[in-house]
């Protein structure tokens, strides 16, 4: 593989020149994180913009000593033998480690490393630092302290097969339209592990009947989402869903079909039974939130909702509170969510929007566009902005009377519609 190391231009240039690191007995593994809050909106960001933090904190400039792009460009970050400012705690680890950090955030944005990134971290971390230090350990930040870095999609087990001795053939795998699987082991609950091999860590178990998501697959394994458990398990006991679509009041012609199949194979859209989808019932403010919730892959925020009509034990609870935490939803005042009233088109609309624009997506409109509807002045001052971006972006568009309906109840069949054109708008 052929890799160097890049000196970012303009050069980086430190308050302090810091001391010598006294030994090195590894690397650990950051990526840059942060998103919407910490770097402008952007999940990325660049060496320079991480030297000005720091610089901005009042400390000596960037910490780590490398940063690796996404297209797998590598950056000098601080010198590569002086103690950086990576790892603060347990004390000490900054005195015998090495900071790399993978550009991206491989918490919530990022679920397949792309294959220039991974490589240019296994050049890093099989030739370069041994060439230096002789060999070491790779780790992860949050082998460290309590952190999501470097992300729950990280591929920190395919890295680590380099600590082991004659691991040649080092992959990610072959990323996949994400498809909706289940799992149909016949006794036992399905093994989900570190690795694409049985010798992979046992990382935790799905019974039958489980749907997961899958993202990448190599050889006969295939890399599964499911909640917070992700890694690797074996092809011959996941069937792809695709096969089992069978509600009986989709039908095929229906203009809503193609929508509701495809939002269903990604497992953003269910039934309401094993054979009914239901799709001319209102849609609740609740399953809105969840059906966003599904679609941005379940992060768990950890979080509460501070609804007082939003039970913590309630299905919608933690799709209420991810979207609280992103200013996705409101409150409707007094401290309530409403989770059961419907949800009309303009509402829909506008989480979107602020959906759109808390995931970085571009959510500019030219200024002369205008609804161009006759029943355009029915839109609420609220709503004017994200329903001029949703028209614009023909997410909503108006019905077969050439109306826009803002103040419409949203089917089921309508939501499914909506978000498969929204999907595609990411696409
Ligand atoms: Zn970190």
């Given amino acids: 593989m052929n890799f160097k190391i890049l000196t970012p231009n303009p050069p980086l240039r430190f308050t302090n020149s810091g001391s010598a690191r006294p030994r090195t007995n590894g690397g650990v ?25 720091h610089l901005n904190n009042g400390w000596a400039g960037i910490g780590y000593h490398l940063y690796v792009r996404l297209n797998g460009d590598i950056f000098q970050g601080r010198p590569i033998d002086r103690v950086g400012a990576h790892t ?32 240019a971290l296994v050049w890093i971390y099989r030739e370069y630092l041994p060439s230096l230090f002789g060999p070491g350990w790779i780790r992860g930040h949050n082998e460290f302290m309590a952190t999501a870095c470097p992300g729950r999609f990280f591929p920190m087990a395919e890295l680590r097969m380099l600590e082991y001795r004659g691991q040649e053939n080092i992959t990610v795998g072959e990323e996949m339209t994400p498809t909706l ?13 570190s690795l694409p091999s ?6 935790g178990t799905l019974p039958r009947g489980s749907r997961v998501e899958v993202i990448r697959r190599s050889g006969g394994w295939l890399y599964v989402v499911y909640g917070a458990l992700t890694g690797w398990a074996s092809a011959d006991f ?29 497992g953003i859209v269910t039934g309401t039974t094993p054979t009914t989808f239901a799709p001319n019932d209102t849609l609740t403010r609740a399953a809105a939130v969840t059906l966003l919730y599904r679609l941005d892959g379940m992060i768990d925020t950890g979080l509460g909702a ?17 979207a609280a935490s992103l200013g996705i939803v409101q409150g409707v005042g007094d401290g309530r969510f409403a989770p059961g009233n419907d949800m009309t088109r303009q509402e829909m609309a506008v989480v979107l929007w602020r959906y759109a624009a808390a995931t970085g997506q571009d959510v500019t409109v030219q200024e002369d566009f205008t609804l161009d509807f006759p029943d355009a002045e029915q839109v609420s001052g609220w709503a004017v902005k994200a329903m001029r971006w949703a028209v614009h972006r023909r997410v909503i568009r108006g019905n077969d009377r050439g109306e826009l309906q803002p103040l419409g109840t949203a089917t089921r069949a309508e ?3 909506l978000l498969q054109r929204f999907v595609g708008l990411a696409e």
Wanted: proline share 4%; charged share 20%; aromatic share 12%.
């Fill in 29 to 53: 593994q950051h990526h840059t994180g942060g998103g919407a809050s910490m770097w402008g909106g952007r999940d990325v960001t660049s060496v320079q913009d991480i030297h000005r933090w």
């Fill in 88 to 119: 603060g705690s347990p004390a000490g680890t900054n005195n015998s480690t090495v900071g790399v950090c993978a550009e991206g955030n491989y918490e919530t944005v990022h679920r397949v490393m792309p294959d220039a990134q991974f490589n």
């Fill in 181 to 193: 699987f289940e799992v149909t082991t016949r006794t036992s609950p399905l093994n989900v592990r």
């Fill in 198 to 203: 049985a010798s992979g860590t046992l990382r």
């Fill in 238 to 266: 996941l069937t792809k869903v695709v096969d089992v679509f069978r509600f009986t009041d989709v039908p095929a012609g229906a203009w809503f079909a193609p929508a509701v199949r495809e939002m269903w194979e990604r």
């Fill in 306 to 322: 501070t609804f007082n009509d939003v039970c913590c034990c309630a299905w919608y609870h933690d799709a209420v509170a991810w």
């Fill in 415 to 417: 939501a499914a519609v």
